[in-house]
């Protein structure tokens, strides 16, 4: 029951957003860094953003700075990704994961977001 579990995905039309929840189940990641990737059609996962826990810093893979925004909830112990204007290169399979002890660990089962033209 300790994990990570996304949720939000779908269908979106071309030039819709989209908003994905990471929630965490216990209080075991309660104090730990979270991030997103995301795996498209015949490419391999890439990181998309970070944000830290207690001071909500967040950070972004150079190619996607200004389109994605990462940001948390701590109250519901929840990190979320959103963007608008989706292209049909956003459809993927996002995931979320925790940074421990210096390495990124602890896979959520993924997401799977659907862009259609």
């Known amino acids: 029951q300790e994990r990570l579990v996304e949720s939000g995905g779908g269908l979106v039309q071309a030039g819709g957003s989209m908003s994905l929840s990471c929630a965490a189940s216990?209080?075991?990641?309660?104090?730990?860094?979270r991030g997103w990737f995301r795996q498209a059609p015949g490419k391999e996962r890439e990181f998309v953003a970070a944000i830290t826990w207690a001071g909500g810093v967040t950070s972004y893979a150079d190619s996607v700075k200004g389109r994605f925004t990462m940001s948390s909830d701590s109250a519901k112990n929840t990190v979320y990704l959103q963007r608008n204007s989706l292209k049909s290169e956003g459809t993927a399979v996002y995931y979320c994961?925790?940074?421990?002890?210096?390495?990124?660990?602890?896979w959520g089962q993924g997401t799977q977001v659907t862009v259609s033209s």
């Open positions: 216990g209080r075991s990641f309660s104090g730990y860094t």
């Open positions: 994961a925790v940074v421990i002890q210096g390495q990124w660990g602890c």
